[in-house]
């Protein structure tokens, strides 16, 4: 298969040419948000160290400044939105560099963007949410709720979500590749996204082990649909987006991007040249990686899926149905854990995503109940990694020491 499918797979992924992108001296803004936005209330657990953080002093915002600026001179980043809360710290939020290459606009914190396999944790709350209602089962096999899927009646909704199915991954096809790339506004249905995936056989039995595949969540998407009798976008919109209060977060019918955004700079094209992303069509990534948002919205998101608690207090999820989500059997990835539509790495718990022209970062640290938030318009790698994980790896190293987010380049290599 070809190196730009594989890194489609990802794309929708959570989570990843050379082509070279023109940044001009990354200049910092620095925005300061109101201590009172919400964030779920959950008490840290206690470390051995009592400080799981380091305060965000000026030195110690000028070591972030001077990291950042260094990585997106090194790796050709267009433009980086960074945001880290903690209740006691201080708080950081900076951008650099530009929104638009072509008109020089510059980055800024209000910007929407592409959040890709971040997407899975909405869908994957949906259906939580309706496990919560007695409306699943977790443990319901998905033939079920959708037929003709290889294997499906043994693949249960909890594997799916879990990256645990076997199936195989669409993103992953060289056909879908070349039907992607060569119209990138063409629109994709999720039964054309499944049938790329069900032409190849399945590549283990079912809980056998951990492999990423979009292809799972395609299906938890008609599971919802199904369950609920509500298309994905609509449900997600009523029941998680109005409850938590992302005003600014959408699942896109369409190409549609609302203003201000910033242009996404991709090199997963026909002819390997960089292009603006902008207006494709995100239907292709659907349940797994179609939505979209921005750094304040994300900076809420962040600790209410980490503990299935409302910013304004209550539940989002109940907290039976969340600790089954938080348990991360082990995985091939150093570290790091793999529960039901989530990551835990080295203790920072959510999601990154990545589809053509964009990457995002958001996660959260219980412990110091701390918050990061990275957006970024490329997903152009950097010496073979995802630059978000770079610039997360980085950030981490110097704020949480201990807790490094040091993900891999090939989470779900197998």
Known sequence: MSHSSTRLRRGAVVVTAAGMLMVPAAGGTAVTLPPSAPVAADPPSPSPSGDEVRALTPAVQRQLDATVQRIMREADIPGVTVGLWTPDKGQYVRSFGVADKSTGRMMSPDLYMRIGS??????????????????????????????????????TLRQLA??????????????????????PQRPFTPQQLLDYAFRHPVLFPPGEKFDYSNTNLILLGLVV??????????????????????????????NEFPEPHAQGYTDQTATG???????????????????????????????????????????????AIQRQRL???????????????????????GHNGSLPGYESLTIYLPSARATLVVLLNTDINYKGQEPSTVLGDAITTIVSPDHVFNLPAEPAAR
């Open 162 to 183: 879990g990256m645990r199915s076997g199936l195989f991954n669409y993103s992953e096809d060289d056909d879908f590749f070349k039907a992607l790339t060569s119209d």
């Open 118 to 155: 971040e997407t899975k944790t909405f869908t994957v709350t949906a259906l939580l949410e309706l496990a919560d209602q007695g409306r699943v089962g977790l443990d319901d096999t998905i033939d079920k709720y959708v037929s003709g899927v290889p294997n499906g009646d043994r693949i």
């Open 327 to 349: 348990t991360t059997p082990a995985t091939p990835i150093p570290g790091a854990g793999y529960g039901l539509g989530i990551f835990d790495v080295q203790g920072w718990i």
């Open 225 to 254: 649909e199904k369950a609920s009798g509500m298309p994905l976008a609509d449900y997600i919109q009523r029941h998680v987006l109005d409850l938590v209060g992302l005003g600014h977060t959408l699942f896109p019918a369409g």
């Open 273 to 319: 040249k960089v292009e603006d992303s902008a207006d494709w069509n995100p239907s292709w990534g659907w349940a797994a990686g179609a939505m979209i948002s921005n750094l304040q919205d994300l900076r809420v998101w962040a600790p209410t899926v980490a503990t299935g608690r409302l910013p304004h207090g209550g539940y989002l999820i109940s907290p």
